[in-house]
């Protein structure tokens, strides 16, 4: 199984990115999918996660608004769309598959697979 998660980069406060996290070797339609980020010196957090179906995202309350997830099962492809970026968002984001096919947590432990990182950079 490999996550391949990029699009990460440098952009100014206020500015867009759109990441994307390709997938292989897991039946990518059945898993949940989510997005996480991990700060210089702060723990991984909980970005938001999309439903197997795209029918379904949930967001941290300090994306909400402001970023969007879908997904393209055809691609097995899972998309972070983040748009009125602050120098708060800087961090290093994760993709990652849900150990169920109905599940929606924001627990780390709850995601199965990893993919290795992209790093967002947002200036003041």
């Known amino acids: 199984v490999q996550l391949q998660a990029s699009g990460g980069g440098l952009v100014q406060a206020g500015g867009s990115l759109r990441l994307s996290c390709a997938t292989s070797?897991?039946?990518?339609?059945?898993?949940?999918m989510g997005w996480f980020r991990q700060a210089p010196g702060k723990e991984r957090e909980f970005v938001g996660v999309?439903?197997?179906?795209?029918?379904?995202?949930y967001y941290a309350d300090s994306v909400k608004g402001r970023f969007t997830i879908s997904r393209d099962n055809a691609k097995n492809t899972v998309y972070l769309q983040m748009n009125s970026l602050k120098p708060e968002d800087t961090a290093v984001y994760y993709c990652a598959a849900h150990r169920e096919r109905y599940g929606s947590s924001r627990s780390l432990s709850d995601y199965a697979y990893w993919g290795q990182g992209t790093l967002v950079t947002v200036s003041s």
């Open positions: 999309i439903s197997w179906s795209g029918t379904s995202t």
């Open positions: 070797g897991l039946t990518f339609s059945r898993y949940p």
